[in-house]
T-cell receptor
Framework: QKEVEQNSGPLSVPEGAIASLNCTYS??????FFWYRQYSGKSPELIMS????GDKEDGRFTAQLNKASQYVSLLIRDSQPSDSATYLC????????FGTGTSLTVIP | GAVVSQHPSWVICKSGTSVKIECRSL??????MFWYRQFPKQSLMLMAT?????????EQGVEKDKFLINHASLTLSTLTVTSAHPEDSSFYIC?????????????FGPGTRLTVL
């Protein structure tokens, strides 16, 4: 079992819709959770971090964490074509683990 | 956010030569730096973890004698690809981590695209 699992996609949503990205992790001792965005040919960029159960909102992005279910998600409201990228979930406990990423395409 | 730079951003070299890539944390001290490699349309692959002043920890399957890592200060880590071959052509990305639980994010450099002819 991988430490962090994501649906590789591709996920396609129309412009203006809500994109929902999901991630599960195996280590119950994990403490910090991150979402990175990676455009094609570029390095990952940190867009959200969350440390406690519940929701955290930053602009059009909302991260949701449920430690009991070992689940973290990212919602992107009012999706724009510029949101088209690969989104990486990362989890830290004793080590830092990345998921393989979900490819998102926002269709104009 | 924290800024991490890499130099060079791209390099082309002949087979058999060595290439050094620098990774710097510009506005924070990085106790730990990471080196990743990414082939086209594939996910990030962690190569090694480097802590300032100590030897790097390499992931399984990564040759430590081929990929030399030096983390001489809290703001600089270098990766040297020795005797590079075409199969080493890839996108090399470093990241740096701040300390403490709440500030445990990794910040990535812009990457170095290596092409070995």
């Amino acid at each position: 079992q991988k430490e962090v699992e994501q649906n590789s996609g591709p996920l396609s949503v129309p412009e203006g819709a809500i994109a929902s990205l999901n991630c599960t992790y195996s280590d119950r001792g994990s403490q910090s959770f991150f979402w990175y965005r990676q455009y094609s040919g570029k390095s990952p960029e940190l867009i959200m971090s969350i440390y406690s159960n519940g929701d955290k909102e930053d602009g059009r992005f909302t991260a949701q964490l449920n430690k009991a279910s070992q689940y973290v998600s990212l919602l992107i409201r009012d999706s724009q074509p510029s949101d088209s990228a690969t989104y990486l979930c990362a989890v830290t406990g004793n080590q830092f683990y990345f998921g393989t990423g979900t490819s998102l395409t926002v269709i104009p | 956010g924290a800024v991490v730079s890499q130099h060079p951003s791209w390099v082309i070299c002949k087979s058999g030569t060595s290439v050094k890539i620098e990774c710097r944390s510009l506005d924070f001290q990085a106790t730990t730096m990471f080196w990743y490699r990414q082939f086209p349309k594939q996910s990030l692959m962690l190569m090694a973890t480097s802590n300032e002043g100590s030897k790097a920890t390499y992931e399984q399957g990564v040759e430590k004698d081929k990929f030399l890592i030096n983390h001489a200060s809290l703001t600089l880590s270098t990766l040297t690809v020795t005797s590079a071959h075409p199969e080493d052509s890839s996108f090399y990305i470093c990241s740096a981590r701040t300390g403490g639980r709440q500030y445990n994010e990794q910040f990535f450099g812009p990457g170095t695209r290596l092409t070995v002819l």
